[in-house]
């Protein structure tokens, strides 16, 4: 199932979230997740960093970015955590997301792009290597 909701994020459209934001994309659909269960409610995204053990992310960060996407509107007045709630542009993405969850070349793309970018982020600083082949 992790596949499957890390696949979303790199089959969206350029001007859209990115594969490097599928962090978001997951976050997306966990607050509607979270929504069903408590459909007026603002919804805390610290919970969503500390189910998923995203210790280098920031919750406020997701939040504002999110926000920035028209996503969702946060909670200004309820302190220090980044409370939430979607918009319709959110409850679409959201809907979007699962539909692109059947999309098994979407899979397919999230899968070698992150292969690259392991590839890139393990080794990218390392000179190649000159062997002599005889």
Same mark, same amino acid.
């Given at each position: 199932?992790?596949?499957?909701?890390?696949? $979303?994020?790199?089959?969206?459209?350029?001007?859209?979230? $990115?594969?490097?934001?599928?962090?978001?994309? !997951?976050?997306?659909? /966990?607050?509607?997740?979270?929504? =069903?269960?408590?459909?007026? #409610?603002?919804?805390? %995204?610290? =919970?969503? %960093?500390?189910?998923?053990?995203? #210790?280098?992310?920031?919750?406020?960060?997701?939040?504002?970015?999110?926000?920035?996407?028209?996503?969702?509107?946060?909670?200004?007045?309820?302190?220090?955590?980044?409370?939430? #709630?979607?918009?319709?542009?959110? =409850?679409?993405?959201? #809907? =979007?997301?699962?539909?692109?969850?059947?999309?098994?070349?979407?899979?397919?793309?999230?899968?070698?792009?992150?292969?690259?970018? /392991?590839?890139?982020? $393990?080794?990218?600083?390392? !000179?190649?290597?000159?062997?002599? /082949?005889?």
């Amino acid at each position: 199932m992790s596949a499957q909701l890390n696949a $979303t994020a790199s089959a969206i459209p350029a001007g859209e979230m $990115t594969e490097s934001s599928g962090n978001l994309a !997951r976050l997306l659909l /966990w607050l509607d997740e979270q929504a =069903r269960q408590n459909p007026s #409610h603002y919804i805390d %995204v610290t =919970r969503f %960093v500390e189910e998923q053990q995203l #210790h280098d992310e920031d919750a406020s960060v997701l939040a504002f970015e999110l926000e920035q996407r028209y996503m969702v509107t946060i909670a200004r007045a309820l302190g220090g955590t980044p409370d939430v #709630h979607r918009t319709d542009a959110g =409850r679409a993405e959201i #809907h =979007r997301l699962k539909k692109m969850r059947l999309d098994r070349a979407a899979r397919l793309r999230y899968t070698m792009d992150a292969v690259h970018r /392991w590839l890139f982020d $393990t080794a990218g600083h390392q !000179r190649p290597i000159n062997r002599c /082949w005889q």
